[in-house]
T-cell receptor, first 114, second 115 residues
Framework: SQTIHQWPATLVQPVGSPLSLECTVE??????LYWYRQAAGRGLQLLFY??????ISSEVPQNLSASRPQDRQFILSSKKLLLSDSGFYLC?????????????FGEGSRLTVL | AQTVTQSQPEMSVQEAETVTLSCTYD???????LFWYKQPPSRQMILVIR??????QNATENRFSVNFQKAAKSFSLKISDSQLGDAAMYFC????????????FGAGTRLTVKP
């Protein structure tokens, strides 16, 4: 069966420090991968998605970047965190070209920037 | 752009009773998918139910069912015989039929189940 893991689960970082959140999927190959940010009362905002190794699409301009160095690995990064980067980040995957394309989510990472 | 609106930030239901969560969406497309996701306090979001817009029959998954009104662009979730484990944030989502990577979420409804 397929599983998705992301870490760390919680992170407290000072403003200006770097960030790296990692997500891996097991039990499938060539998944579509996504990073979402969840803000209270505002639902989920798609940040990045990837349809293959090295292929990254950004949905919103921001202080963050994403990379996909391996087929089932998706990394969310920042060189210098801002206070506004605080939030709950969710990694997700989907089966490419599957009819409904439902998403399968990781456990989430809570980032607090101080 | 498609938007998804959940007008009920919070709802509560008595255990064993029925509750309906509302969702409306805005789209000019005729083919699309709709979803309800559940996010329990443990935080891992899971799919509850999905509906294909081209299907007239409302989707059902055990105690969960939807009322899909395409003309009204409404997609409500009904939970029957509510259980304590149903307490969670519920998100309504819309996905473009032709773009597998364009899923839009509502702001969520927090459901409390009272024993």
């Amino acid at each position: 069966s397929q599983t998705i893991h992301q870490w760390p689960a919680t992170l407290v970082q000072p403003v200006g420090s770097p960030l790296s959140l990692e997500c891996t999927v097991e039990g499938t190959s060539n998944p579509n991968l996504y990073w979402y940010r969840q803000a209270a009362g505002r639902g989920l905002q798609l940040l990045f998605y990837s349809v293959g190794i090295g292929q990254i699409s950004s949905e919103v301009p921001q202080n963050l970047s994403a990379s996909r160095p391996q087929d089932r690995q998706f990394i969310l990064s920042s060189k210098k965190l801002l206070l506004s980067d605080s939030g709950f980040y969710l990694c997700a995957w989907s089966v490419p070209d599957r009819e409904a394309g439902e998403l399968f989510f990781g456990e989430g990472s809570r980032l607090t920037v101080l | 752009a498609q938007t998804v609106t959940q007008s009920q930030p919070e709802m509560s239901v008595q255990e064993a009773e029925t509750v309906t969560l509302s969702c409306t969406y805005d789209t000019s497309e005729s083919d699309y998918y709709l979803f309800w996701y559940k996010q329990p306090p443990s935080r891992q979001m899971i799919l509850v139910i999905r509906q294909e817009a081209y299907k007239q029959q409302n989707a059902t998954e055990n105690r969960f069912s939807v009322n899909f009104q395409k003309a009204a662009k409404s997609f409500s979730l009904k939970i029957s015989d509510s259980q304590l484990g149903d307490a969670a944030m519920y998100f309504c989502a819309y996905r473009n039929f032709y773009n597998n990577n364009d899923m839009r979420f509502g702001a969520g409804t927090r459901l409390t189940v009272k024993p």
